[in-house]
């Protein structure tokens, strides 16, 4: 299987293009996604060529790693917060 991954970090992808690419390296993403995000607000940066969505190659795999948790051995571990150093205000 080839992967669809750009080689230039500011090749410009359509919306199908970027979602396999990510999809390629392990973000998995639907075109339909990001169509969402378009309208809702949250996903990767953009631009229109006239009503095309383009997505810069590096703000998109920016955007998808910066996704990502840290490393975990639980998924109890995300429910753990640090404490708060003492003589602090909640907000």
């Known amino acids: 299987?080839?992967?669809?991954?750009?080689?230039?970090?500011?090749?410009?992808?359509?919306?199908t293009q970027l979602a396999a690419a990510l999809t390629d390296l392990g973000y998995p993403l639907a075109p339909a996604t990001l169509a969402t995000m378009v309208s809702r607000g949250g996903g990767p940066p953009f631009r229109l060529f006239g009503r095309i969505p383009l997505y810069r190659?590096?703000?998109?795999?920016?955007?998808?790693?910066?996704?990502?948790?840290?490393?975990?051995?639980?998924?109890?571990?995300?429910?753990?917060?640090?404490?708060?150093p003492q003589g602090t205000s909640s907000p």
């Open 57 to 84: 190659w590096a703000d998109a795999l920016l955007w998808a790693e910066r996704r990502l948790t840290e490393p975990r051995s639980s998924s109890s571990e995300a429910d753990i917060r640090p404490a708060k």
């Open 1 to 15: 299987m080839a992967l669809t991954a750009p080689t230039h970090p500011d090749a410009l992808l359509r919306r």
